[in-house]
């Protein structure tokens, strides 16, 4: 009869989603293809079986699939939503594809909207605070996030849903990191990462990226290697969506970069869906080749979702600005927005010359975000390479007075300018310092450079 009867095709669809993800997702695409091809089916089957489209979609990793269906299921029951067993998701799913697209905005129309809608039922409003609480988290506003949390934890105990649970654990876990707590982020994401959820399979998914992140930034390379294995196992054992391999993708470019891996790194970038991510992912392979132009026009094209791509986009724009005064200037702007809204480890993350640039804007922001930054930046340092201070062949006297220019903001030009030689001299004394401390770019001689500062002065 489930195979025969459309309504006995969704009961049992429906029945599998919190036991079995795989074979739900087969149900889904079964019943779709049928009523696509022989036109079955009333009004009130046709929301249902968009509701759960949607429903599949979102498990795997199709944001904005998802919202479209759940929209399309609203219309299609009109007012008789909140009654129907199926259709009074549809809202909730709504809300869910607008945190997980990192757009979330408490003022903005569409979730207006959809706080309205769920308010018709308790049920349905203590779900929406555990998907506010997630989007909140992913926007970047840590704070709020824990504020929502704490307030819907005890009934999300009481009611012991298990969709409420994983969307409150990976806020938490999310906003812990954001704010520099370490110790209490790591245990939650190792936690959903072992945690398998038919339902809420990208809450594990995302905990092992985010693990990633956080061995990437502690400079723990082959760990967070480790993790990102583990990520795209399970991207490619579930099939996930365009959601996932952008996660997958963001990772795989820092690695790449880290490596030192440039090809492999514009690789990654083809795998990234979201144009956002896409974009400044670009802008960092430009970076990482000291080629401020190529990243510049990647981030003309971004269009921020969040506070979170706010500050990213402004810090990426300030390390390509060709004018110190410039770069200072962008750097003051995130610092404003980053410390108005607790993000410390997205600053901390972008590496030391973000790091320095804010340390020029240290005027602006909170004392207490400053010490923290700072100490969330010194753990990071091992994320890049020790460079050896003894090298086989000495740098003579001049090659050491351009080195010492190499981590400024200043051209090349400028730097012939500063030094009274010429822009071909200086290219000559360039080739030079490459070749003997083993670098191919401006960008990796810079880092050398900083970590050589104390070796630099004359003796």
């Known amino acids: 009869m489930v195979h025969t009867d459309l309504s006995a095709m969704l009961d049992s669809a429906w029945a599998h989603l919190f036991v079995a993800r795989r074979r739900f997702l087969d149900l889904v695409e079964h019943m779709s293809f049928r009523v696509g091809a022989d036109d079955v089916g009333d009004v009130v089957e046709r929301a249902r079986l968009a509701m759960l489209r949607s429903i599949a979609a979102t498990i795997d990793g199709g944001w904005d699939d998802g919202e479209s269906l759940a929209r399309e299921a609203i219309a299609l029951l009109g007012d008789q939503w909140p009654q ?81 649970r994983a969307e409150l654990a990976l ?32 809450c594990q998914l995302y905990a092992v990226v985010e693990l990633s992140h956080a061995r990437l930034d502690e400079g723990d390379v082959e760990g967070a290697r480790s993790e990102f ?80 791509h706010e500050v990213v986009a402004t810090l990426l724009r300030a390390r390509a600005a060709d004018e110190q005064e410039e770069s200072v200037k962008l750097a003051a702007a995130a610092v404003e927005a980053a410390s108005g809204n607790g993000l410390l480890q997205t600053v901390a993350s972008e590496g030391p010359l973000a790091v320095e640039l804010v340390e020029l804007a240290s005027w602006r922001p909170p004392a207490d975000w400053m010490d923290r930054l700072r100490r969330a930046a010194a753990e990071g340092q091992r994320r890049w390479p020790l460079f050896p201070l003894t090298l086989s062949e000495p740098l003579t006297r001049r090659e050491r007075d351009v080195l010492r220019f190499l981590p400024s903001r200043l051209t090349v030009r400028e730097i012939a300018d500063e030094l009274f030689i010429s822009g071909n001299t200086l290219k000559f004394h360039l080739k030079l310092i490459y070749r003997k401390l083993g670098v191919s770019s401006r960008a990796e001689a810079a880092e050398i450079a900083r970590r050589m500062a104390d070796h630099l002065q004359d003796p």
């Open 229 to 308: 294995a583990r990520a795209e196992e399970l991207i490619a054992t579930e099939s996930f969506g365009p959601g996932g391999r952008t996660w997958l993708g963001r990772l795989g470019v820092l690695l790449a970069i880290a490596d030192d891996d440039l090809r492999t790194a514009h690789e990654w970038v083809e795998t990234i869906a979201d144009p956002f991510w896409r974009d400044t992912s670009t802008a960092r392979i430009h970076l990482a080749a000291n080629d401020r132009a190529a990243a510049n026009d990647a981030l003309d094209a971004l269009v921020p979702r969040c506070v979170r």
């Open 171 to 202: 806020a938490d876990a999310i906003a812990h990191r954001e704010l520099g707590d370490r110790r209490r982020a790591v245990p939650e994401l190792h936690e959903l990462a072992e945690t398998r959820s038919e339902a809420m399979l990208f």
């Open 84 to 164: 129907d067993r199926v259709g009074r998701f549809a809202w909730n799913m709504v809300a869910r594809c607008v945190a997980l697209s990192e757009r979330w905005d408490d003022e903005a129309d569409e979730v207006t909207a959809a706080r309205r809608a769920v308010g018709v039922a308790a049920e349905r409003r203590l779900a929406y605070e555990g998907t506010r609480a997630l989007g909140l988290a992913l926007a970047g506003r840590p704070v709020d996030a824990l504020r929502t949390t704490a307030g819907v934890r005890r009934a999300a105990d009481i009611v012991n849903r298990g969709v409420l």
